[in-house]
């Protein structure tokens, strides 16, 4: 299904992708946008949409899914991929600024108590997420007229995730409830080397994932080793340092769980400003709707299953599902940096050069020289009208193009899109009836 406009930007009925490309084919309608694929008449059409379209999130701390029902009708589905390097780039930065101050190479001294956090103040890695789905409601209410909203508002309770058992008092008494760290570890390991199994010598604490690796200090990823395991051990895992069952029993992180609880609530309160119904969905019910819907475990297809809106069967009005990874728009410091702080180049201060900016997915036709021939591909700019064309990893395929062989196919707005078929069961879906199992069957 095609999302359509009207010649005022009013959004219509999405339509077959066959009617979309006879308009565009007919002259009676133009290419609006690429991503998501939308069309624009040229007449000015008032008709009155009589649709119920819903609009279903999946909420999650890296990924998000997002999908559009008319009814039974699955008309869109995409999966949003949020940002996770802001923290190593705020570190970086900090780290950098604090080696220039020690240095003395700034006249200013430390700052403290100047900032304050506003009410309701998230960290910028969470407020990332939420900004997303926040832009990504605006944008599709631009070109659907969606009536509804379905969000699955999941609470996850960490303790329980631990310990199935715990119960009462239980959750005011952590893991070492009556325990030091040393003495916990030492009963937990029996008191001997978990890699070769020495008794009756001196053991260190160990990391089973070690923290050059994003490893934690949680009583869940220590160990117990010999000074010569340690040693030998340096900076990989257990699994890696041919022990996968010590890497077995170190819990998994639960940062992702605290993300979506802290967040839960910040999203809601995103999705009611719009005006629109919402509609709140569990966990257990998406996971009973996918079942039943005979549908397998991924972020688009929780979407579709979100809420007791979810109907009895599904048909598929489309086979693809839109990958949208966040990118950010380019870096607010326009200064280079080496590894040591120091400025090595300048950014531009303008960011438009002869109509096209960086990021800006454009189709290029060179008709001689080195480069010649047809690309496509995300471009680079320069002040001098010759620009580089990038492909989706980010490799030069072309270096030094003129701007007059450019032609814009999307605009850079933050994000970078891919497309993927969707699957069941390994099986490409085209339209496909999906129902609900009697139960027992």
Avoid at 169 to 180: A, D, M, N, P, S
Avoid at 229 to 258: V, W
Avoid at 295 to 316: C, N, Q, R, W
Avoid at 413 to 440: C, F, K, N, R, W
């Amino acid at each position: 299904m095609i999302f359509v406009l009207n010649k005022n930007k009013k959004p219509l009925d999405p339509c077959h992708e066959s009617v979309a490309r006879k308009l565009l084919k007919d002259g009676k309608a133009v290419v609006h946008k690429k991503y998501p694929f939308t069309i624009r008449l040229k007449e000015l059409k008032t008709t009155e949409n009589n649709s119920n379209f819903r609009l279903k999130i999946d909420y999650g701390s890296r990924h998000t899914g997002l999908a559009i029902l008319n009814g039974s009708n699955v008309i869109w589905t995409s999966q949003i991929h949020h940002k996770t390097n802001i923290v190593d780039n705020l570190k970086s930065r900090r780290e950098l600024r604090r080696n220039r101050r020690t240095r003395n190479t700034r006249y200013r001294q430390k700052r403290f108590n100047n900032r304050k956090r506003r009410e309701g103040w998230i960290p910028p890695s969470l407020q990332s997420g939420v900004d997303n789905i926040d832009n990504w409601v605006f944008k599709l209410r631009n070109i659907c007229p969606i009536t509804n909203i379905s969000y699955e508002n999941v609470k996850f309770d960490t303790q329980l995730m631990q310990n199935p058992e715990i119960s009462g008092i239980e959750y005011q008494q952590g893991t070492l409830q009556g325990y030091e760290v040393r003495q916990y570890l030492l009963e937990k390991w029996n008191r001997r080397c978990a890699y070769c199994g020495a008794e009756n010598i001196p053991l260190q604490i160990e990391h089973i994932i070690p923290k050059a690796r994003k490893g934690t200090n949680r009583v869940s990823n220590l160990t117990l080793a010999c000074d010569s395991c340690n040693k030998s051990k340096g900076t990989m895992t257990a699994e890696e340092f041919g022990h996968p069952e010590i890497q077995r029993q170190a819990k998994q992180s639960l940062k992702d769980a605290t993300a979506v609880t802290v967040t839960r609530w910040k999203v809601y309160n995103v999705l009611m400003e719009t005006g629109l119904d919402v509609e709140c969905g569990t966990g257990g019910r998406t996971k009973f709707n996918r079942t039943n819907l005979n549908l397998p475990k991924d972020h688009h297809f929780d979407a579709i299953s979100i809420g007791v809106s979810t109907p009895e069967k599904v048909m598929f009005k489309t086979n693809q599902v839109l990958h949208i990874k966040a990118k950010g728009r380019g870096s607010h410091c326009r200064t280079n940096l080496d590894k040591y702080g120091f400025p090595r180049g300048y950014f531009a201060r303008q960011k438009n050069f002869f109509g096209f900016q960086t990021g800006d997915i454009v189709k290029a036709t060179v008709l001689k020289g080195k480069y010649n021939g047809n690309y496509v591909g995300a471009v680079a700019c320069r002040k001098t009208g010759y620009f580089d064309i990038k492909n989706r990893e980010g490799v030069r395929v072309a270096q030094g193009i003129s701007h007059r062989y450019l032609k814009v196919l999307n605009r850079t707005d933050g994000y970078e899109y891919t497309t993927e078929y969707l699957e069941v069961d390994g099986i490409p879906l085209m339209t496909e009836v999906i129902s609900i199992l009697p139960s027992g069957s």
